[in-house]
Structure formats: structure tokens, C-alpha cells
């Protein structure tokens, strides 16, 4: 299919998807359980100030906040990175158990340092 086709075709599935419903997507980004109190924990990170002003753009640009555009961005990040270990099988020497334990036993290591 043509490059600018699928593009206008896309936006046009995607405006009609979402109109009438602005944000439905990104609310539902973050899952809380109806009885449940939002838990929230503050990540922070130095990034270069050339990925700041792009990141600034982009957000910008879609009308999306930082923190949407950064859970939606980890969120995904983090199913790609599950897929990916299935597909090695990283478990295939080590069981999960193991592994959580061992990492944690390093993180003692280097902490005491």
C-alpha cells in the first residue's frame, strides 16, 4: 500500500475512532481498580537536553502531556522487553525465583560499596 494512502487512511480510522472522546486512550493508560486509591511513584532520570527539546516537541506537537507520553512510552517499552525475554527463553538456566534473588544480592553488593 502506498506510503501516504495507509497515512490518510490511518488518520481518518483514528479520527473517527476517537472523536467524541478525546483522551479515552490516555486515561486508560494507567489501570486503577475502581475500590483502589491511585498508587503513584515518582521515576526520575537525567536525560540529554537534545532528547528534552525533542521530547518537548513531540508532546507539544500531539497535545499530550510528559507523564502520558512517558507511562505510554514505558508501558510499551516494557511489553517489548517481556516479549523479547519469552522469545530468548531467559528463564531457560535460572528460575525466576532464583533470578530475582540473585539480582537482589547484587544490588546489596554494589549499594555497600
Not at 18 to 46: M, R
Amino acid at each position: 500500500m502506498n506510503k501516504h494512502f495507509r497515512e490518510v487512511l490511518t488518520f481518518r480510522a483514528l479520527d473517527f475512532k476517537l472523536a467524541g472522546c478525546p483522551g479515552v486512550i490516555l486515561e486508560g493508560a494507567i489501570p486503577v481498580p475502581e475500590t483502589q486509591e491511585p498508587k503513584f511513584k515518582n521515576v526520575c532520570a537525567l536525560i540529554p537536553i537534545e532528547l528534552d527539546e525533542e521530547l518537548e516537541s513531540i508532546t507539544g506537537l500531539l497535545s499530550i502531556s510528559k507523564r502520558q507520553f512517558l507511562v505510554l512510552a514505558i508501558q510499551s517499552a516494557i511489553e517489548e522487553t517481556n516479549k523479547l525475554m519469552d522469545e530468548v527463553d531467559v528463564f531457560e538456566h535460572v528460575s525466576p525465583l532464583q533470578a530475582s534473588q540473585d539480582h537482589l544480592s547484587q544490588e546489596t553488593e554494589i549499594t555497600a560499596c
